[in-house]
């Protein structure tokens, strides 16, 4: 398991991670969602002993990274693609971090397979695309077959044929029973990536649950309406007692009501224009930015699978 016990850490008077308490378990892909600056790449970073703690613990296995005899064959990570020598062939660099960690050099080449860059693996990976870095990033990371995986952003800069790629790997290596903590600010990619979701927003922590529950809790009981008054129609609901949030997105105005009925909102909204009324359905992506723009502590609000 993949543990952070009231991990803080504080860069002269800022607080970039909070007083973090997660748990991260094997078998699920959980995603680490945060608006930029909330400190995921920072809590990594101490989870891979790359940063010291200012209080608080990040355990992998109930013990600090830095403790681990043979790291990568327990956490295999992946940071900004990883660092490659760019004259170093893939496959030169993947033999040369195979045997300083005492992993049989035979693995490169089934690796080399498995990410798909056989065909690559005597090319210079100076001369790689940030697709064909990502891959040898996740094959670093996959070479010692550990336990856990955590992944800063991987899908960062891949075209969608890579994104489903990283995708399946993922989802794999969750059904083999692994660890795997990946970070992303994309909503929308979270949503089909990952089983359980922690969010965090200016280091603390906002939500730990499944995306399932996530989206449910965010979105239960709203009403959405959309109206040619709609400013009117908000002042005007708000009077009889309900809650109003304007949501402006680039597709569309619309508000997303609370403490009325639906038959109470049609009635108010008669007078308005109505264009549009029913329950609504949130996309991850609104319920994130609504979370985030509040606020609001959610953690321990839904309980986890
Ligand atoms: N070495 C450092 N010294 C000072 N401030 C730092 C340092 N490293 C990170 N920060 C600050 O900590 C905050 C959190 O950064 P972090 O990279 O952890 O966020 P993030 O959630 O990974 O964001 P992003 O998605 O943009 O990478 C930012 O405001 C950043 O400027």
Not at 118 to 126: I, P, Q, V, Y
Not at 179 to 207: F, K
Not at 246 to 275: F, K, N
């Amino acid at each position: 398991m993949i543990e952070t016990r009231n991990l803080t850490k504080r860069y002269g008077s800022k607080t970039v991670v909070d007083n973090l308490s997660v748990q991260i378990q094997p078998g699920v892909v959980t995603g680490f969602l945060g608006p930029n600056g909330a400190g995921k790449s920072t809590t990594m970073r101490m989870l891979l002993g790359l940063e010291r703690p200012t209080s608080g613990t990040a355990l992998i296995d109930g013990v600090p990274y830095r403790t681990l005899k043979r790291p990568l064959t327990t956490v295999g990570a992946l940071l900004d693609a990883g660092w490659v020598h760019p004259k170093r062939s893939a496959r030169d660099h993947l033999r040369w971090v195979a045997a300083s960690n005492r992993i049989d050099t035979a693995r490169v080449d089934e690796i080399l397979e498995i990410v798909g860059l056989r065909e690559a693996a005597r090319r210079k990976a100076g001369e790689f695309s940030l697709g064909m870095r990502q891959r040898l990033g996740l094959a670093t990371a996959m070479l010692g077959d550990p336990q856990h995986y955590i992944l800063d952003e991987p899908v960062n800069g891949l075209d969608p044929e890579g994104i489903h790629w990283i995708r399946q790997v993922m989802r794999r290596l969750a059904d083999q029973g692994k660890t795997v903590l990946v970070s992303s600010h994309l909503l929308s990619e979270m949503s089909q990536t990952a089983d359980n979701l922690i969010v965090i927003a200016q280091g603390r922590l906002l939500a730990d649950t499944t995306v399932e529950a996530f989206v449910a809790a965010q979105g239960a009981g709203k009403i959405r309406v959309r109206a040619r008054r709609l400013d009117e129609l908000a002042a005007a609901l708000r009077h009889r007692g309900a809650e109003v949030i304007v949501r402006d997105s680039a597709q569309d105005r619309c508000l997303a009501v609370t403490g009325l009925s639906i038959e109470e909102v049609a009635d108010v909204a008669g007078d308005y224009g109505v264009l549009e009324l029913g329950q609504e359905r949130v996309s991850l992506e609104d319920a994130f930015i609504e979370m985030t723009r509040d606020g609001v502590e959610y953690a321990g609000s839904v309980g986890r699978k």
